[in-house]
């Protein structure tokens, strides 16, 4: 026979919630709750920054050839001087002395001396870093602004003409590799089709000879083509991006709420849709100004561009390791930062994430 539960007032109950009601956790204190979200992501960002050291150093080791007989190719060399110039260069250490040597020198900022240019790593990107900045940074704001203002559009319309034409105009783009679609234009404004003339420069980044608003101008004209490219294939990303996040929201009650206070269609968009859907949208636009210190190395390429995807094509070409890991290094921490000011960034278009 069972023995019956003691009730409620009985010496035998225990008092407060009934046995089977669960304990809720402590909420964690408001005024903690973003450092701790802060301190997990800076730790994040150290470990990805360590990590992209190791792959940095023993990635481009696998590369096939000898940068000491790819930098004297052509010349009259002996075993002696090959020698010499490994251990000019650290070469004939163990591979485990490289990489103390190499980790100690990237934290100091330096990151090592180029093979075939003689020059510091850090001196050469310096070099190169402003036309790539110029190139790229253009061309992100454009896209980017141009793929947000046409995925809101095309979502708030979805299943009209307009939203058919945009969807599948950027599905074209977006599978477009970048250096045909830079090939395409140099053929078709830089050498003319037909009766039509060239009215671009195939490449480089000015003519040479002009300066003041002179300069500008020409700068801007060789400028035209590899933004259109990158234009052309990265505002399509944005603009799906966009599109998808926000007609998830789109069925959301609060917007039905919103309607009934009597808000415009146009308020309840920009007031409360929008800002709902921006979040995996401000991933995308952070990482696409990640992208602006790597550039585009096959743009840069393709346009003769003096920026670092150009470097960074040379020295794979040698292989000059210190600058391939350098320019690796700028590209990977770019990517790193960008990502860490948008983690950064989310608690404050939306309360609840770091709590």
Known sequence: MKAAAPSPGSPGARPGRPPSAKTALPARPACLAYPAYLAGRLGGALVSLFAVLVTSFFLFRIIPGDPVKAMTHGMPTSAEQLAALR???????PLWRQFADYCAG??????????????????????????TLLLTGVAVVLYSALGLWLGTRSAWRH????DRLNTGVALTLWSVPSFWLGLLLIITFSVGIGPMPGMFPTGGMESGGTAGLAYVLDVAHHMVLPVLTLVAVGYAQTLLVMRSSL?????????TTARAKGL?????????AVPNALLPTVTMVFINLGHVAAGSILV????SWPGLGGLFYQAL???DLPLVQGLFVVFAGAMILMNLLADLLYPLLDPRVGR
Request: glycine content about 12%.
């Open 106 to 131: 990237a934290l100091t900022g330096d990151l090592g001396m180029s093979y075939q240019f003689r020059a510091p790593v850090g001196e050469l990107i310096a070099q190169k870093l402003p036309a």
């Open 159 to 162: 299943g009209r003409l307009g």
């Open 87 to 93: 251990r000019q260069f650290g070469l004939d250490l």
């Open 247 to 255: 007609l998830d929201e789109m069925g959301g009650d609060y917007l």
């Open 264 to 272: 415009r269609d146009d308020d309840v968009r920009r007031r409360h």
């Open 300 to 303: 840069e390429t393709v346009f």
């Open 317 to 319: 070409s040698v292989p």
